[in-house]
């Protein structure tokens, strides 16, 4: 069992940046990639980004390339996403999330997710 916990949410203007933490517990992290995923009010869950358990390889979707970084500390067992340059669009709920298999991760079936961190962008 992996546990996941985020942290680092909050309000922040249009331009501004945000640090997301997601801690883990549990099994030995490193044994698992990471991921964020966000959902905003009335949408679909959506995939932000994913990095892969060595944190040598990153991916992103497009709205948020350029913008987003994800990174990993595995002697911390924690995920960060760095975001700047903020919209309203990106206006959500961010969940992270872990799985051994980083396919699985990207297409949404990771098997462990946080509860969510709210964040709200103004303009």
């Known amino acids: 069992q992996v546990q996941l916990v985020e942290s680092g949410g909050g309000l922040v203007q249009a331009g501004g940046s945000l640090r997301l933490s997601c801690a883990a517990s549990g099994r030995t992290f490193s044994s698992y990639t990471a991921g964020w995923f966000r959902q905003a009010p009335g949408k679909e869950r959506e995939f932000v980004a994913a990095i892969n358990q060595s944190g040598g390889m990153a991916y992103y979707a497009d709205s948020v390339k350029g913008r987003f970084t994800i990174s990993r500390d595995n002697a911390k067992n924690t995920v960060y996403l760095q975001m700047n340059s903020l919209k309203p669009e990106d206006t959500a709920v961010y969940y992270c999330?872990?799985?051994?298999?980083?396919?699985?991760?990207?297409?949404?079936?990771?098997?462990?997710w946080g509860q969510g961190t709210q964040v709200t962008v103004s303009s």
């Open positions: 999330a872990a799985d051994v298999s980083l396919r699985s991760l990207r297409v949404g079936s990771a098997d462990y």
